[in-house]
């Protein structure tokens, strides 16, 4: 006997698996035995659940024998779609009742379904063909015993409810098919969403840029389901970001470099999409191919300007297409905007904290002794807060407020700050008042209010003993107590008119021996935790910068 054909090979009569599998189900609950035909009368499936009776005595007959034109051939060649269902009695006992698959006017395909006869009975016509069939006529009679009988009309009937049902379950595959692909657009749209959604949510201009392109391109790694993402800035777009790609594909440096020139170059004279399915093949891109297979990179443009790009590689289990490439030219457009704003951020940083460093020069100028006090003070409040578990955006600030700490020195006499012998009483009452002249000028400046607590309260002492306000303990801020260790710690280190500087050594046993009294204990912990060579190195570094503004002031000095 002919093997079955399997279900998928109904595919091309366009009827999907799980609708025969249910149709053939329904058949087989009233004694009916499912089959699809071709058109050309061969079969396509059959139900190979259904009653032994079928599947060892019908369905031989209606295959007929290997290399010769099926039975059904004939019959089903002359189907008319307009006529839905017609009946054959070519096997004794058995009644066919045909119903044609049709679409666009054609037959596609045609359902067979058999039915036992009420005709069936063992006589000379039967025996002859179960002899030809290579069947036992007693088991063949015993096994239609149990299969229902269907006169023509009955199964006229039967067909065509059956005819409604196709109609229907083919109706109910293809609405499923649509929701399906419906649900797959809204669950990537959904996800292309939130990620842009996510983008925008970290756009804080004051976050790095290497953070913010780390975090994009894992996001859009997972969304878009592929081995790597990396991102090209230009570097004259003031933001200090070399090449960088992320995921399983590691690039050398060499290549990494070599493949951000020909991006950057691509897009300067093309600022659309680039899509390469065969790395292999590009001429251009050759030297990539012994790493990725495919590339999609996008470029980041403002106004007219490409800022730089952002590319992708190998896509997980498909190549890249069209939708990949719309959703990374939003996710581009999005990272552009960031990038905008924050060169235009870096911009007034910079500009500002140049304008912060030349005030604070200014105050230095008027005291050769404490040249380069202002930065390192800055520097080590830094280290100190980052010690103490702040994170690096407090620090930052930190850093700030320790390098305008003594901005109120500006309103002492020259004479006070330099005086080399000991100060009277009213001239250290002038020195104290220093840290609320300080206050004063930096209040109206919006933008460093949350600096002034340290510049004002950078002398109270732990003990409550210091001023402008006497306060003590957790009541100074902590920004004041950050300041006031790193204050006094740069003051032992320097030298002076009166003492030497102090060696670092002895200056850090002055800091645990202070530490509960003017120095808060636990900011004193962290700050004898710090690497002495690593603070030996730093005051080192600015010794140099210190020493050329010295003879600078003493150059001005000696022309007036």
Known sequence: MTQPLSISAAGSVGVPAPVLENLAARMRQCGLFLTLLRSDGSLAYHDPSTEPFFLKFVLPAMQGDPGSRPPLAEPAAAMNPASPIALWSMIPGVIIAAVPHVERRAIRGIFAIAAKAHTFRQNDELLRFCERAGVDSTWLQHQADVVPSYGEESLQRQARLFLGMVRDQLRLASLEQELEMLSAQLANSYEELSLIYQLSGGMKVNRSAGDFFRQACLDVMQVMDIRA??????????????????????????????????????????????????????????????????????????????????????????????????????????????????????????????????????????????????????????????????????????????LLHDVGKIGVPEAVLQKAGRLTPEEFDQIKKHPEIGARILRDIR??????????????????????????????????????????????????????????????????????????????????????????????????????????????????
């Open 447 to 560: 933008q460093i209010e949350d600096i002034i607590p340290g510049v004002l309260h950078h002398h109270e002492r732990y003990d409550g003993k210091g001023y402008p306000a006497g306060l003590a303990g957790e009541d100074i801020p902590r920004m004041g107590r950050i300041i006031c260790l790193a204050d006094c710690f740069d003051a032992m280190t320097s030298s002076r008119t009166y003492r030497k500087a102090l060696p670092l050594e002895v200056a850090m046993t002055e800091i645990h021996r202070c530490a509960g009294t003017q120095f808060d204990p636990r900011l004193a912990d962290a700050f004898l935790k710090l690497s002495t060579a690593e603070l030996r190195d730093m005051l080192k570094n600015h010794s140099v910068a210190a020493r050329t503004l010295l003879d600078l002031q003493q150059s001005i000095r000696s022309a007036a």
């Open 229 to 402: 993402m990396g991102v090209v800035l230009r570097g004259d777009g003031g933001l200090d970001q070399p090449p960088a790609v992320y995921g399983s594909i590691d690039l050398p440096r060499s290549t990494l470099e070599r493949l951000a020139d020909h991006l950057l170059e691509f897009f300067s004279h093309r600022p659309g999409p680039l899509q390469v399915n065969q790395i292999e093949k590009d001429r251009h891109l050759s030297f990539l191919s012994a790493h990725a297979r495919q590339l999609l990179a996008v470029p980041l443009v403002r106004g007219q300007q490409v800022l730089g790009c952002l590319f992708a590689l190998d896509k997980n289990h498909d190549e890249f297409n069209s939708v990949d490439s719309k959703l990374l030219t939003s996710i581009s457009n999005e990272s552009a905007v960031y990038l905008e704003n924050a060169m235009l951020f870096e911009d007034v940083h910079g500009l500002m904290m140049g304008l912060l460093h030349s005030l604070t020069s200014a105050v230095d100028a008027k005291d050769a002794y404490t040249c380069g006090h202002s930065e390192r003070v800055a520097l080590l409040s830094r280290q100190l807060a980052l010690a103490a578990g702040l994170p690096e955006p407090e620090a930052d600030r930190v850093y700030m407020a320790g």
